[in-house]
Structures are given as structure tokens and as C-alpha cells.
């Protein structure tokens, strides 16, 4: 079965994060990124407009592939990591030490909303989303880290996250 897919990308680094992934299949799937231009038509009249266009091409019809295309949804979901901890450090003392490991693993802060902080995490696994929320109780305080991702980017954020909160946490 051949796919040709379509990635909009924003900027060059996210195109460069592509290419390196399409070098990465290369062994392992026929796999190639095409030069040129593609092109979506829809409608019935493909065969007017190839006309037209075989007409203002230098080889014609010889420079140019068609295929028809069907829209594939793969049913590929985001892999989501909760971490949770219970400690006798207050709220403040928390949210500071996971502003230094957002940091250390470069974390972007996106945005704080209805009591959690989200961020953005770029790996040499991949994108993650990465939401923190810390609850001040009697005993200190609680706080849930989900972390969203594809592939082993959330897992891999997940362990990174965990060793650090634990050596962290022994302390308390």
C-alpha cells in the first residue's frame, strides 16, 4: 500500500525534526521525501487540468505523477503518564523545584488554568504536553503530573520527571 502524506510544518525547525524522522525510516519502510510540488485537487475534471498543465511543463506528462488518494485517519492516540506525590513540602516549595526541572528539561510554558500549569516538552523522543497540579493539604501537599505524548516521548519525559521528584522528595 503507498500513503502520500502531508505535513504542515511551522517552522524550520519542525521541518528539520521531519526530515530526521523520514532518515530514520529509511531502513525500515520504503520511504522517501518527494521534490516538486504537491498538489490536492478536488474535483471530477483531473484530466482537463493535467491537460493544462502537461501543456506548461518542458518534458509534459513525463514530469508528472498522479495518484488517487482516499483520506487514511489512523486510530493513533496520545500516550498519556500520571505521576502523583504526596509530600510534606508545601505547595510553594513544590511549584519552585518543578519550575527548575521544566527548566532543565526545557519546557515551554504555555499557560495556567483552573488550577494547573501546563507546558510543552520537545525531546530527542518527541513532543509531549506535560500538566502540573498541586493541591496544598494538612499533611503538605499533593501533586499529579500528566504527561501526553507519541511514541516514547511521554514515557521517557515520565522517567525523567519521576528521578528527579524522587531524589527531590527524599529529603521530605
Do not use: C
Not at 498519556?80 to 508545601?90: D, K, M, T
Not at 494538612?138 to 522517567?159: N, V
Request: charged share 35%.
Amino acid at each position: 500500500m503507498d500513503y502520500i502524506v502531508f505535513v504542515d510544518y511551522f517552522s524550520d525547525a519542525e521541518r528539520k525534526r521531519i526530515d530526521y524522522t523520514i532518515e530514520r525510516w529509511r531502513d525500515k519502510a520504503d520511504i522517501a521525501r518527494e521534490k516538486g510540488i504537491v498538489i490536492r485537487f478536488k474535483d471530477k475534471n483531473i484530466d482537463s487540468f493535467l491537460d493544462d498543465l502537461y501543456s506548461r511543463l518542458d518534458a509534459g506528462k513525463e514530469q508528472v505523477q498522479v495518484f488517487e488518494a482516499n483520506t487514511h485517519k489512523p486510530e493513533i492516540k496520545a500516550r498519556e503518564e500520571v505521576l502523583r506525590y504526596h509530600s510534606s513540602a508545601g505547595r510553594d516549595v513544590i511549584e519552585k523545584f518543578l519550575g527548575y526541572i521544566m527548566a532543565k528539561i526545557n519546557a515551554q510554558y504555555e499557560f495556567r488554568d483552573n488550577g494547573f500549569v501546563r507546558y510543552a516538552a520537545s525531546t530527542k523522543k518527541g513532543q509531549a504536553k506535560i500538566e502540573i497540579s498541586i493541591t496544598d493539604n494538612k499533611a503538605g501537599s499533593e501533586t499529579i503530573i500528566k504527561i501526553s505524548g507519541y511514541a516514547s516521548s511521554a514515557k521517557f519525559l515520565h522517567d525523567r520527571i519521576d528521578e528527579e521528584m524522587k531524589t527531590f522528595l527524599g529529603g521530605f
